[in-house]
């Protein structure tokens, strides 16, 4: 495949709002919460992540794109790591896998079973509109709730993504079914501030 996007598509004003850094913070606590040794980052993107695992954290990290001009340490795609079985404790892939046709989703997950020793974290677009109501008063704990308005469109290859989770056709329970050929999901959810990126933490499967 060739990059769908140029370098200068990352940049700040045009790329990062609100909504992402909650998905960067929402990355990092994950990523965090699992004590990795070492990670495998698919698709680095503006490098945020990279940057603060480098910086702030003891973990071995590592980047895999297919687009030299983003820097990564290994040029390759995620459907042939050009890296040994078991080579890292966890691979994160966030916002990725959507950008290759849906044929190809089972033999990526394949390929990040197979070099991530103890699992992965992915994050996929969730399409849907959001009813969001959040409650505060003072002195009390917040109370939020969320929910998607259960409207499912065809999906329409838009230069970047060839399918969305909650469009017709890819809905919760395919994803899942597709996950947990190679993973136990243990868990999955919707951050709060940003409704449109879905969070999976899978631990690989024990091979019979």
Not at 130 to 155: D, G, R, T
Not at 176 to 201: A, D, I, T
Request: proline fraction near 8%.
């Amino acid at each position: 495949m060739k990059p769908q996007v140029e370098k200068n598509h990352y940049a700040f004003d045009r790329y990062v709002g609100f909504d992402r850094w909650v998905s960067y913070h929402t990355q990092i606590k994950e990523t965090l919460l699992l004590f990795p040794e070492s990670i495998l980052e698919v698709g680095p993107g503006d490098g945020v992540y990279r940057n603060y695992l480098e910086s702030q954290t003891n973990v071995r990290y590592q980047s895999l794109d297919i687009d030299p001009e983003l820097k990564p340490d290994i040029v390759g795609s995620v459907t042939a790591i050009p890296l040994p079985d078991n080579a890292v404790d966890y691979v994160v892939a966030f916002e990725i896998l959507e950008h290759l046709p849906f044929e190809e989703f089972p033999r990526a997950l394949a390929e990040i079973a197979r070099v991530g020793k103890k699992g992965a974290v992915i994050s996929l677009p969730h399409f849907g509109p959001p009813i969001k109501l959040l409650f505060k008063l003072p002195f009390l704990p917040e109370i939020s709730f969320a929910m998607k308005i259960p409207y499912m469109p065809q999906h329409r290859f838009n230069g970047q993504h060839y399918w969305e989770l909650g469009k017709k056709g890819y809905s919760v329970s395919r994803i899942l079914n597709e996950l947990e050929r190679f993973f136990v999901v243990e868990k999955h959810f919707v951050p709060f501030e940003n409704q449109y990126h879905h969070f999976f933490v899978l631990v690989k499967r024990a091979r019979a």
